[in-house]
């Protein structure tokens, strides 16, 4: 079982940046790929970037690349999403998911973390 916690949301001024954490508990998390997704006002919930199990894999959405970055640091059980050149557009409620696959839906997931960027 994967229990995720995400952090570090909140208001920030366009141009700027924030990290996003997830803190995963369970034996077995770093057997999952990692995912962060995120539900904008009147959006359906969308993929983000993910990262599979040993890092050596990452993707993106097109609209986040060259701005947004996922790592993970399994010892800590940690998965983080640093978003730098924050938009408008990415004001979203963001989820981190755990999943057999990297980009899959099926597994575990976060309650949410809220960011809001101002123009």
């Known amino acids: 079982q994967v229990q995720l916690v995400e952090s570090g949301g909140g208001l920030v001024q366009a141009g700027g940046s924030l990290r996003l954490s997830c803190v995963g508990s369970?034996?077995?998390?770093?057997?999952?790929?990692m995912g962060w997704f995120r539900q904008a006002p009147r959006k359906e919930r969308e993929f983000v970037a993910g990262i599979n199990w040993s890092s050596s894999v990452t993707r993106y959405t097109d609209s986040v690349k060259g701005r947004f970055t996922i790592s993970r640091d399994n010892a800590k059980n940690t998965v983080y999403l640093q978003m730098n050149s924050l938009k408008p557009e990415d004001t979203a409620v963001y989820y981190c998911?755990?999943?057999?696959?990297?980009?899959?839906?099926?597994?575990?997931w976060g309650q949410g973390t809220q960011v809001t960027v101002s123009s």
């Open positions: 369970g034996r077995t998390f770093t057997t999952y790929s």
């Open positions: 998911n755990a999943d057999k696959d990297l980009g899959g839906t099926a597994g575990y």
